[in-house]
């Protein structure tokens, strides 16, 4: 009955890990969430009034594909001032989230026949999509030993005449690697010279702890090849929200416009006139969560690298510890399977973010300092006990 197309999907582990563990709580257990990305902030107090005085005027009807001006030239202005460019409202598409975002720029740019460049570990839903697009997913090693960064000399090899994209993810998701100037400029010069467009998605850019964030789009080699994807979920804690924007070269502009149109017809009216106070309003609720995910991290790291199987290296990035466990003799799922049946603890399986994700966990530290010790204590129990 399904199309093939539809066969390519897959769903993501960390909501159905999520499922689970809610499943288990339901049956009186206690459990320690790791394996949500989703900060445990509130959304701050004049983003949520924002949208209520837009429902109170009656801001509830459809707005412009496209997106609403005001937030558009907000993004254009915030975005340009994070990276160190301008960009122009017009370069702007608003849509329900930044996932829709990743679908449209794969499948306006690649379908069968082309192949795709994406991170391994990655975000899941990049094959997935690549998958759905008829596209050849075409994974890109990320290696602990290199600080999950990947090998200049296998990226060119891995580049072909039927390379269509090259998803970038930095600071990145599952590792909280975070790339240099130099594997940018790989890339930039290598897509000027075989002629593919770049996905970077920047949806972690606030959360670089070590050194300043750095886009590929600020390279003159990848001008007009470069779609920044972006989004309110992680910096203005606004996951449910369902509010994300793409930057785009302006050939690809109308096409993304037209996949709005046909899809969502517009994002969100109300939750719009939030993003605009999100990125016109006061920062210190972005700076506060990024220094407390810090001192998460630095605890968490040190703590899992003092559990007897269990090595992580500091992340530089994101909200997310990616703990080599292969010491332990336990596979990826077996050890998240296992930590969250016997011990209360929800992570992700390494493997679940790709084959080279095999030998790792993931666990965001996007929860309570006291969250995270109980965790810790409950991990280090469990494999005291194997």
């Not at 991170?119 to 290696?143: E, W």
């Not at 010491?327 to 998240?336: D, F, K, Y």
Request: net charge negative; aromatic share 8%; glycine share 8%.
């Amino acid at each position: 009955m399904l199309h093939e197309r539809a066969r390519q999907l897959a769903g993501e582990s960390a909501f159905d890990v999520l499922r689970r563990a809610q499943e288990l709580e339901g049956t009186g257990v206690d459990v320690i969430h790791l394996e949500i990305g989703q900060p445990d902030f509130p959304t701050p107090p004049h983003i949520k009034e924002a949208a209520v005085r837009a429902l109170e005027d009656g801001h509830t009807g459809y707005g412009p594909s496209q997106g609403l001006p005001a937030l558009r030239e907000a993004i254009a202005e915030k975005a340009g001032s994070l990276r160190g460019l301008h960009f122009s409202p017009e370069q702007v598409v608003v849509a329900p989230g930044a996932k829709a975002l990743l679908f449209y720029t794969i499948n306006a740019l690649a379908g069968p026949g082309d192949e795709v460049i994406c991170p391994d570990p990655g975000f899941p839903a990049y094959q997935s999509v690549i998958g759905h697009s008829g596209a050849t997913a075409v994974p890109l090693p990320l290696r602990e030993a290199s600080g999950f960064r990947f090998d200049a000399d296998e990226f060119r090899s891995l580049v072909s005449s039927k390379t269509r994209l090259v998803i970038l993810n930095s600071p990145q998701n599952p590792t909280g690697g975070v790339l240099e100037r130099e594997d940018l400029e790989v890339i930039a010069r290598e897509a000027a010279e075989k002629d593919f467009l770049v996905l970077s998605d920047e949806i972690y850019l606030h959360f670089c702890y070590d050194s300043p964030f750095e886009t590929i789009a600020s390279l003159k080699e990848a001008e007009e090849r470069v779609i920044i994807v972006d989004g309110f979920s992680k910096a203005y804690s606004m996951t449910g929200w369902r509010m994300g924007y793409a930057i785009l070269p302006p050939g690809l502009v109308e096409t993304f416009d037209l996949y709005n149109v046909n899809i969502a017809s517009c994002a969100c009216t109300f939750s719009q006139h939030a993003a605009i106070e999100a990125l016109r309003g006061p920062q210190d609720s972005v700076s506060n969560m990024v220094s407390e995910f810090r001192t998460r991290r630095d605890y968490l790291v040190d703590a899992l690298n003092a559990v007897d199987g269990i090595s992580c290296t500091i992340p530089r990035g994101a909200f997310y510890a990616f703990a080599n466990i292969s010491e332990t003799g336990m596979s990826s799922a077996e050890a998240a399977s296992k930590l969250l049946d016997e011990a209360g603890v929800a992570v992700l399986s390494g493997a679940s973010f790709g084959p080279c994700g095999e030998g790792y966990i993931r666990l965001s530290y996007a929860t309570s300092m006291a969250r995270l010790e109980a965790a810790v204590e409950r991990i280090a129990a469990f494999l005291a006990k194997r």
